[in-house]
């Protein structure tokens, strides 16, 4: 642990001296919160400090402690009687300032346990850079009265329009991507923290998993038993549908190589159709993309996915920070604030596997004022960020149909039962 020892101002800037473009808040409670601080690219920050106060100056021990990233280090410190003490410091290249990137930082405040954490991404346990624990007993620096006191945040380096998201509790314990319903959680599964309960999502994904969840959402129905069947020799088989559709896509924009079913159309409430069915031949793959922060579920109806996350969207770090592997039957979700940035793959062997089918189902929260109706990805080829504007290659009706004709004249030479 490093000793208690004033640290090398990394800038001279007064911390309670807060120039016009310094944003502000409050922790909705005081003494524990996370709050996250984006810098767009184009920002040119050189520094970030992201500062905590006391939420009552006056009514509780004068200092403050807070995080201060650039190029060469990120340090988590403590002010007292107008010194700064260094806690923590890190100069690992991932836990670093970086510059023309589009990136989050986050410091993380848990009086009661008595932590004071830094990430990079999303407000993940997974994304922490350093941490600091400060002493129960031997506490020179009075960090265990000063902390639960702390409620004002503020922020300096992060250009003329800071974006600011503050989350009402500290970074311990990341909700888990695999969701399953209330009646299979068990207190085992509680206390590993393996899955989620859709009960906990917010609002809009439990409408969405509410709808999609149930085991008759599945590819096989009673008109048309063999749908999955029928897919793979599509997808397989030169001339055919699917073949010829996954051959135009990957020498198109982007080279997407896989399918994009729509069940429904827009309705202004999600980016583009808020159900789609996605096929996903062998070896096939998504760009790294977003969601342009809605809420989404995803249930994986066939074959099994590769689903990969990531802290940024930027070509200068494509490092996947952790990764599932979804099966048939699973369903997993994102939001605007975890497991917003991924890319999906299905593992298969490319010669002769088996494709994977997705119902993926969107929607923007309830209080989101300006719906962004992109997907936005990184193009390798290009080494940039595009925009991706939700499209359909059919509906579902007309998908199903297509390949049941397909499927009949392939087999019996027959057409498809009225």
Same mark, same amino acid.
């Given at each position: ?50 500062? *905590? %106060? &006391? ?5 509780? =021990? +004068? ?6 990233? $650039? ?21 690992a ?19 009661n346990n ?9 407000m993940l ?26 409620g ?7 250009g ?5 998201? *503050? %989350? &009402? ?5 990341? =909700? +888990? ?6 009646? $299979? ?18 609002k809009?994904?439990?409408?969405l ?34 073949f010829?559709?996954?051959k ?32 996903w ?84 929260a ?12 990184i ?40």
């Amino acid at each position: 642990m490093p000793s208690a020892q004033p640290a090398t101002h990394v800038s001279p800037i007064k911390l309670h001296l807060v120039s016009r473009d310094a944003a502000q808040g409050d922790f909705r409670i005081t003494g524990q919160g996370t709050a996250s601080v984006r810098l767009p690219a184009d920002a040119g920050a050189r520094s970030l400090t992201i500062a *905590l %106060r &006391p939420a009552k100056p006056g009514k509780a =021990p +004068a200092g403050a402690c807070g995080l201060t990233v $650039d190029a060469a280090s990120a340090v988590l410190w403590v002010e007292k009687n107008g010194e700064r003490y260094e806690l923590a410091r890190s100069t690992a290249p991932k836990a670093l300032l970086q510059a023309h990137t589009n990136q989050s930082y986050w410091l993380s405040l848990d009086s009661n346990n008595r932590r004071l954490r830094y990430g990079k991404g999303e407000m993940l346990l997974h994304l922490m850079q350093c941490e600091y624990a400060f002493p129960e007993t031997s506490d020179p620096l009075g960090l265990g009265k000063l902390a639960p006191t702390l409620g004002r945040v503020e922020v300096r380096g992060a250009g003329d329009h800071p974006h600011l998201l *503050l %989350r &009402p509790i500290p970074v311990n314990l990341d =909700p +888990a991507p695999l969701v399953v319903r209330p009646e $299979d959680i068990t207190l085992d599964l509680i206390a590993q923290n393996t899955v989620s309960v859709a009960q906990n999502l917010p609002k809009e994904c439990q409408l969405l998993y509410a709808n999609v969840a149930g085991p008759n959402i599945r590819l096989a129905s009673p008109d048309f038993p063999e749908f999955a069947q029928a897919i793979q020799y599509s997808i397989a088989t030169p001339g055919k549908m699917c073949f010829e559709k996954l051959k135009e896509k990957a020498g198109g924009e982007g080279g997407f190589s896989y399918l994009r079913i729509t069940l429904d159309g827009n309705l202004g409430d999600s980016p583009g159709q808020p159900y789609v069915l996605e096929v996903w031949p062998a070896g096939s793959h998504s760009p790294i993309h977003d969601h342009g922060q809605a809420n989404a579920i995803i249930k994986v109806l066939h074959g099994q996915i590769l689903i990969e996350w990531f802290g940024t969207l930027s070509p200068q770090d494509e490092t996947s920070w952790g990764h599932m592997l979804a099966h048939a039957g699973d369903v997993t979700f994102l939001t605007p604030q975890y497991y917003q940035i991924h890319r999906l793959s299905n593992p298969s062997p490319r010669a002769g596997g088996d494709f994977c089918a997705t119902i993926q189902c969107y929607r923007y929260a309830n209080k989101d004022r300006q719906h962004y109706e992109f997907f936005d990805y990184i193009d390798d080829k290009e080494q940039r960020v595009e925009h991706f504007r939700p499209d359909s290659d059919w509906t579902y009706r007309e998908f199903k149909q297509l390949i049941q004709k397909e499927w009949a004249e392939a087999m019996h030479g027959l057409s498809p039962t009225a």
